[in-house]
C-alpha cells in the first residue's frame, strides 16, 4: 500500500530533509567550499599550498600504494578462502567461515596495536623467538610492507563475505560444462568461475580500497615510527595545529572523495559492456567440489589465516596486559587491575557506550523513515533523498568529519565540543546501512498485508506500528547492532571532533598509544576487543531468537 500525497505527507519530508541536510548533505558541500576559501573569500591559496608542498604528495603517494597494497593482500587472501567456504567440501567450512568473519568486528586499531607487539624490530614477540633460535630478524610492520599486509589481513573478510555469496549464487551447470570441455579443476575455477563473479570481486576490492585509503589509526600506529604518513595522518596534523588550519584539511578531504569517486569510476568501467547474469528462472542444486588430497592443505591454509588473523593478536595482547612491561617475563594482574579501577576508564567506557546508543538509535530512526519512503509512497523526490542518505557512506570518514567539524564550528547552538557533535556525525555517516537493512525486510512484506489492516478500520499509523513495524523488526535489529558496532570502534571521524569530555574509548586507547605504555594499551585493545566480540555474538543471539520466532509464529 503506496501513500499519497497530503499535507502530512509534505510535513513529513520537509522534517526529514532538515535532518538529511545537515547531517549529511551540507557537510559535503562545506569540504569543497573550504577547500576554496581563505578569509571567507575565494582563492585557491588552499589547493596551491598542499599541490606546492612535497610532503603532500608523498602522502598521497603513500596513501595510494598502501591502499592498493591492501586491497591486493585482501583479495589474494579473501578469494580462495570465499571459494573453499562456498563452492568446496572443506571439512568444517560452516565454523570456519564463521571464524574467518570476526576479524570484522576487531577494531583495525586494536589490530594494529596486536602487530604491533607480534612483528616490531625490537619488542616483537615473533622477532624475539626467532632471535633466539638463531634465525635473522625479518619481520617489520613499522614499513610499507607491514603495514600494507596489517591492513589487507584485516580487509578480507570483507572479500570473503561478498565473495561466498556470490559463489552460492552461481550455477554449477556452468562450471560442469567447463569440465567436459576438458579444463581442469584450477582451469575452470580461473577461467569460468572467477570470470564470473568478477563483479562481486571488484566490489569487494572497491570497497577495500575505499576502507583502507580513510583509515586512520592503523597506518598512524605502524608509520609514524618512520614517518611513512597517510593523508589521514595529514589531516589530523592540521587539526592541532593553533590554530588549525581547516583550508589544508578540506583539500586533503577532497583528496579522500576523489580517491574513492575514482575506484568506483575504475570498478563501472572494467564491468561495462559485459555481462555476468547467472541467476535466471531455473533452478540449480549447488554441488560442492571434492578438494580429494588438497582438502588438508586447504584447511591449513585456513588455520593459517585464523591464527594470523585472530588467534596470534589476541594471545599477544593477553600476555602483554598480563605482563608487568613489554616481555619483562613477570607477569601479573596489576597492569588490568588498575585499567579496570581507573575511573578515567569507566567514565570513558559510559561515553562510548551512551553515544554509541543514541546515535545508532536515530541512524535506524532514519533509515527506518527513508527506507519506508522510498518502499511504501509514491511521493516524488523519494529516490533523491534516498541518495542522498546513501551518499556520505562513500566518503572517507576523516573526510566526512572535517565536513561536520566546518558545519558545527560556527554555528551558533551548543553541538561543538559536545558529543552531540559526535552522535551527528556517526549517524549522518553510516544511517545508509539502515536503509539497506530496512528495505531489505521491507521488500519482502507484500503491500497486502498493511492493505487488509487499512480495510480492518487501522489507521495509517496504527497500520504501519501492529502490522509494518513487527514484521521488519529484524532488519531494524540487525541495522542497529552493525551500527553500534561500527560507533563503538570508531576512530577516524571522532579524532577530529572529540573533547575532554566526550572522549571514546577508542580515543582513550590511541591517547595511551600515544604515551608508548604498551601493557596499558593491550589491556585497554582487549577490554575494546571484548565489546566487539559480545557486540557479534549478539547480533547472531538476537537474529536467531528472531528467526525462531518468526518460524513458530507461522
Known amino acids: 500500500m503506496r501513500s499519497r500525497f497530503s499535507w502530512r505527507s509534505t510535513l513529513g519530508i520537509g522534517g526529514l530533509l532538515l535532518l538529511i541536510m545537515p547531517l549529511m548533505v551540507i557537510p559535503l558541500g562545506l569540504i569543497l567550499a573550504q577547500a576554496f576559501l581563505v578569509d571567507g573569500k575565494l582563492s585557491f591559496g588552499n589547493v596551491t599550498q598542499v599541490m606546492g608542498s612535497l610532503s603532500y604528495w608523498g602522502s598521497l603517494a603513500n ?24 563452492r568446496s567440501d572443506l571439512a568444517g567450512r560452516v565454523w570456519l567461515e564463521r571464524l574467518a568473519e570476526l576479524p570484522m568486528f576487531i577494531p583495525p586499531f586494536v589490530g594494529a596495536v596486536a602487530w604491533t607487539l607480534l612483528g616490531a624490530p625490537r619488542i616483537g614477540i615473533a622477532n624475539l623467538i626467532l632471535r633466539k633460535l638463531g634465525v635473522p630478524e625479518f ?23 561478498i565473495v561466498a555469496s556470490a559463489l552460492r549464487s552461481l550455477d554449477p551447470s556452468l562450471e560442469e560444462a567447463g569440465q567436459m570441455s576438458g579444463l581442469t579443476r584450477i582451469g575452470t575455477a580461473r577461467r569460468i568461475t572467477l570470470a564470473l563473479v568478477r563483479p562481486a570481486i ?11 585509503i580513510g583509515l586512520f589509526g592503523t597506518p598512524v ?33 577532497v583528496y579522500l572523495m576523489t580517491l574513492s569517486a575514482l575506484s568506483l569510476w575504475l570498478q563501472q568501467r ?28 586447504a584447511l591449513a591454509l585456513v588455520i593459517v589465516y585464523l591464527i594470523l588473523s585472530v588467534a596470534a593478536p589476541i594471545a599477544v595482547l593477553a600476555a602483554a596486559a598480563l605482563s608487568t612491561y613489554t616481555w619483562s617475563g613477570v607477569f601479573s594482574l596489576k597492569t588490568a587491575q588498575e585499567i579496570l579501577d581507573s575511573d578515567d576508564t569507566w567514565y570513558t567506557l559510559r561515553n562510548s557506550v551512551w553515544i554509541s546508543v543514541v546515535a545508532a538509535t536515530l541512524a ?16 516524488r523526490g523519494r529516490a533523491l533523498i534516498e541518495a542522498l542518505v546513501l551518499l556520505p557512506v562513500s566518503v572517507p570518514g576523516i573526510a566526512f568529519g572535517v565536513g561536520v567539524m566546518l558545519v558545527w564550528i560556527k554555528v551558533p547552538l551548543p553541538v561543538y565540543g559536545t558529543a552531540l557533535i559526535l552522535i551527528f556525525a556517526l549517524a549522518g555517516r553510516f544511517s545508509a546501512y539502515s536503509v539497506r537493512a530496512v528495505s531489505a525486510n521491507l521488500m519482502q512484506v507484500h503491500p497486502e498485508l498493511e492493505e487488509a489492516g487499512r480495510i480492518a478500520g487501522l489507521g495509517r499509523f496504527a497500520t504501519f506500528r501492529r502490522i509494518t513495524l513487527p514484521l521488519v ?26 573533547t575532554t569530555e566526550s ?18 594499551l593491550a589491556a585497554l585493545s582487549l577490554i575494546q576487543l571484548a565489546i566487539g566480540m559480545s557486540v557479534a555474538l549478539g547480533a547472531r543471539v538476537l537474529m536467531r531468537s528472531g528467526f525462531n520466532a518468526e518460524t513458530s509464529s507461522t
Open 270 to 297: 572494467l564491468l561495462r559492456g559485459r555481462s555476468y547474469t547467472t541467476v535466471t528462472g531455473k533452478g540449480f542444486r549447488a554441488r560442492r567440489l571434492k578438494l580429494g588430497r588438497l582438502g588438508a592443505p
Open 63 to 86: 596513501t595510494v600504494m598502501i591502499s592498493l597494497g591492501a586491497t591486493a593482500v585482501a583479495s589474494v587472501l579473501g578469494v580462495p578462502l570465499a571459494w573453499l567456504f562456498a
Open 503 to 520: 572522549r571514546t574509548f577508542s580515543v582513550l586507547s590511541f591517547e595511551t598509544w600515544n604515551t608508548g605504555f604498551f601493557s596499558e
Open 202 to 212: 571488484s566490489s569487494s576490492a572497491v570497497l577495500c580500497f575505499s576502507i583502507s
Open 139 to 161: 619481520i617489520d610492520v613499522y614499513t610499507m610492507r607491514g603495514m600494507i599486509w596489517v591492513m589487507g589481513l584485516y580487509l578480507a573478510p570483507y572479500v570473503i563475505m
Open 364 to 379: 535506524s530512526m532514519l533509515g527506518l523513515a527513508v527506507a519506508w519512503l522510498r518502499q511504501r509512497s509514491k511521493i
Open 473 to 498: 523488526m529484524p532488519g531494524i535489529i540487525a541495522g542497529w547492532v552493525l551500527l553500534f558496532s561500527f560507533f563503538i570502534t570508531e576512530l577516524s571521524m571522532v579524532i577530529l571532533l572529540y
Open 221 to 253: 600506529v605502524l608509520g609514524w615510527t618512520r614517518q611513512i604518513l597517510v593523508v589521514t595522518a595529514r589531516i589530523w596534523m592540521s587539526s592541532q595545529a593553533v590554530p588549525p588550519d581547516f583550508g589544508v584539511m578540506a583539500v586533503l578531504a
